[in-house]
């Protein structure tokens, strides 16, 4: 299984919700990515967790708020966010994040904010 | 400061040979990408280079030259299904990915 899959597909939003987006692998990697991608731009780093724990964190917005339940699963919960926030939420895994050299990304989840 | 650059957009014609460039200024270099993205999908990985030289991969080739922070993705006969963007990524001294802009494909009958 070389896959990691992202749910919602799609997700619309207003500024007073609460919700998550879910990723999930079972390639037994250790490292797991939220990016952000707007329009004709390249994706944009949010957080990285290694073995769990969260190793970087981008200066994202607290808006933004990363869980990883276990080592196949990383939540994103969104509150409170802005129209500008509207993008591809994209997750993606590598074997471990300095020595891997290979990220696998999910199919993202397109967000709209109303 | 961190800076890749690559084309914003290129055109060739369907059956023929294309190359992207992507120059680099980074701090350190441990590595760099190439990530194939077709509108509206995730990227998908297409080569790794750390060492001079070219990888090649079937139709697909990608060439380093780390004196020169250059590395450009060679694409042999082109097929319409190629039409997409190409992004270059170093990754830094801190093992950071730094994304290019990518550089859109664009396929021509």
């Known amino acids: 299984d070389t896959e990691v899959t992202q749910t919602p597909k799609h997700l619309v939003m207003g500024m007073t919700n609460k919700k998550s987006l879910k990723c999930e692998q079972h390639?037994?990697?250790?490292?797991m990515y939220w990016y952000k991608q707007k329009a004709k731009k390249p994706p944009e780093l949010m957080f990285v967790?290694?073995?769990?724990?969260?190793?970087i964190n981008e200066s994202v917005p607290s808006r933004f708020s990363p869980e990883c339940p276990n080592s196949s699963l990383l939540n994103l919960h969104l509150h409170a966010l802005q129209p500008e926030d509207s993008a591809l939420y994209l997750c993606?895994?590598?074997?471990?994040?300095?020595?891997?050299?290979?990220?696998?990304f999910g199919p993202g989840t397109r967000l709209t904010v109303t | 400061g961190q800076n890749i650059d690559q084309p914003t957009e290129m055109t060739a014609t369907e059956g023929a040979i294309v190359q992207i460039n992507c120059t680099y200024q980074?701090?350190?270099?441990?590595?760099l990408f190439w990530y194939q993205q077709h509108a509206g999908e995730a990227p998908t990985f297409l080569s790794y280079?750390?060492l001079d030289g070219l990888e090649e991969k079937g139709r697909f080739s990608s060439f380093l030259s780390r004196s020169k922070g250059y590395s450009y993705l060679l694409l042999k006969e082109l097929q319409m299904k190629d039409s997409a963007s190409y992004l270059c990524?170093?990754?830094?001294?801190?093992?950071?990915?730094?994304w290019g802009a990518g550089t859109k494909l664009i396929i021509k009958p």
């Open positions: 993606a895994s590598s074997q471990e994040d300095y020595n891997s050299y290979e990220q696998y």
């Open positions: 980074t701090s350190g270099f441990n590595g």
């Open positions: 990524a170093v990754r830094d001294s801190n093992y950071q990915l730094i």
């Open positions: 390639m037994g990697h250790r490292a």
């Open positions: 280079n750390v």
């Open positions: 967790y290694s073995y769990e724990k969260l190793s």
